[in-house]
């Protein structure tokens, strides 16, 4: 796909990515945890889950994945959906819809736009596809730190909701 002057590019994702998915996410639960957030995804790293380097092959062979890289090197993910995961309160749009599944960047990165760029790849995809929703759910704890990330990347709080204890945002961009 398209490289930007920092060298980032955006390819298809394959089933072969799952070590460095793994490694971003383990790195992921990690930072969180360093900075005492463990209730956004708790704090067994992603691939001792007993369901997580499961989860991560089939995000990566059912779903629509992307990853972005810097000089050749995996540094983020982003996982497309035709919908929000059947496991959450959420319910699908009332129009065609795109759905971010997974964000994630290497922590190497952080502040390199990786997940910017990743989400203006999904909605140009969305677009590409003739589809005018793209919708995310995101951790709404912490402050809403998350919530105003998504918010900085053009997408609007649409809903509340909470599944257990995990406390939760929908949020929508149109992009037609």
């Known amino acids: 796909m398209d490289d930007d002057a920092r060298g980032l590019s955006v390819r298809p994702g394959y089933a072969a990515d799952a070590g460095a998915v793994l490694g971003m996410l383990d790195a992921a639960v990690a930072w969180m945890n360093a900075r005492g957030n463990t209730q956004q995804w708790g704090t067994t790293p992603y691939s001792q889950r007993s369901d997580g380097p499961a989860r991560v092959e089939?995000?990566?062979?059912e779903n629509t994945p992307y990853v972005a890289e810097l000089g050749g090197a995996p540094a983020g993910v982003l996982i497309l959906d035709g919908g929000p995961s059947p496991q959450l309160p959420i319910a699908p749009a009332a129009e065609p819809e795109r759905y971010v599944?997974?964000?994630?960047?290497?922590?190497?990165?952080?502040?390199?736009?990786?997940?910017?760029?990743?989400?203006?790849?999904?909605?140009?995809?969305?677009?590409?596809?003739?589809?005018?929703?793209?919708?995310?759910?995101?951790?709404?704890?912490?402050?809403?730190?998350?919530?105003?990330?998504?918010?900085?990347?053009?997408?609007?709080?649409?809903?509340?909701?909470?599944?257990?204890?995990?406390?939760g945002c929908v949020l929508a961009r149109r992009v037609g």
């Open 101 to 167: 599944r997974l964000l994630a960047s290497d922590r190497r990165y952080a502040g390199s736009g990786i997940g910017a760029a990743l989400l203006a790849h999904a909605a140009e995809e969305t677009r590409r596809a003739g589809v005018g929703l793209l919708r995310v759910d995101c951790w709404a704890g912490g402050g809403g730190a998350l919530v105003a990330f998504y918010e900085r990347n053009g997408f609007t709080p649409t809903g509340r909701f909470t599944s257990g204890s995990w406390p």
């Open 58 to 61: 089939r995000y990566l062979t």
